[in-house]
């Protein structure tokens, strides 16, 4: 028991040093295939803004941590989530052995006056936003490898700091295949996504409306204010390959292309100044425990 709640704190020291920076920060595109202990941490390019042409460069970091009896905390990037189904219950019911379900909280980056975009620039500040929700995951296993299979995944979470109003949620399935060749002698896992990304009216026009004081940074607007309404605002395709040095050291590689829909895209923030078409890409070390 006392292992336990040491692994417990460990767990949460490393959460909390892994998202002290996130307010600059976007979910990285790193998928854990394996619920074993790892830590690892790399260099993504990131747009500047939701809706960015423009993209900076930034470190992250990622964890898993098991407490025993399958229960485990993951923080990728500035998202941590705590499985919370123990591993009798699966025992006890069959159907629920490749469940996980838990709480999560998220942060959502600034946009601030370091963004490139010379308009954007003189916009209102929208500092950096907190959220805490609920998430569930399925696991399909496929022929063959263990690795082989689809995860079935879904969260909703509301934000925590009065930014913004009502829900977002997504709904996600990664399909991971082992490579039977491998990387020169060397274990090779790929995978691959598709997400469906929903907001509400309150967090659309957070984030892509123009009204108020920043009517004057789009001035061929006519003073006429842009108020986008929520619902389905973007598709996302995560991508990712993993390679092991040894048993414990390994390197990943990984990215996620996501295209803006509906009144997000419209938005003059995306459609005059940025790209409706959005990317994260870079690299990780992970190491194994």
């Given at each position: ?211 108020g004081a920043d009517l004057a940074a789009f001035p061929e607007r006519g003073a006429v204010p842009y108020r986008p309404e929520g619902g389905l605002t973007s598709i996302r395709i995560p991508f990712q390959v993993t390679s092991q040095f040894d ?43």
């Amino acid at each position: 028991m006392k292992l336990t709640f040491f692994k417990a704190g460990l767990a949460a020291s490393g959460a909390m040093l892994v998202i002290a920076g996130a307010g600059a920060q976007e979910v990285i595109p790193v998928e854990m295939p394996q619920e074993v202990n790892m830590a690892g941490a790399g260099a993504f390019g990131l747009p500047d803004f939701v809706g960015s042409e423009d993209y900076h460069p930034e470190g992250e970091g990622f964890l898993h941590a098991n407490f025993g009896n399958g229960m485990w905390l993951r923080v990728i990037g500035p998202e941590v989530k705590l499985n919370v189904v123990p591993s009798n219950m699966a025992l006890d019911y069959g159907q629920f052995r490749n469940l996980r379900a838990g709480f999560l909280y998220r942060a959502r980056p600034t946009r601030d006056t370091d963004v490139k975009d010379p308009v954007v620039r003189q916009m209102r500040r929208i500092p950096a936003a907190s959220e805490l929700g609920v998430f569930a995951s399925y696991e399909w296993p496929l022929p063959g490898d263990p690795l082989h299979k689809v995860v079935f995944s879904g969260d909703v979470a509301w934000n925590t700091n009065n930014l913004y109003t009502g829900a977002t949620g997504s709904i996600k399935a990664t399909y991971f295949y082992p490579f039977p060749q491998g990387l020169g002698g060397r274990p090779l896992l790929g995978s691959a996504g598709f997400s469906l990304f929903f907001a509400s009216d309150h967090f659309t026009d957070r984030y892509f409306g123009i009204n108020g004081a920043d009517l004057a940074a789009f001035p061929e607007r006519g003073a006429v204010p842009y108020r986008p309404e929520g619902g389905l605002t973007s598709i996302r395709i995560p991508f990712q390959v993993t390679s092991q040095f040894d048993r414990h050291w390994g390197l990943t590689l990984a990215g996620r292309y996501e295209r803006l829909l509906g009144d997000a895209k419209d938005s003059p923030i995306v459609d005059r100044r940025g790209s409706q078409n959005q990317w994260v890409f870079g690299g990780a070390i992970n190491y194994t425990f």
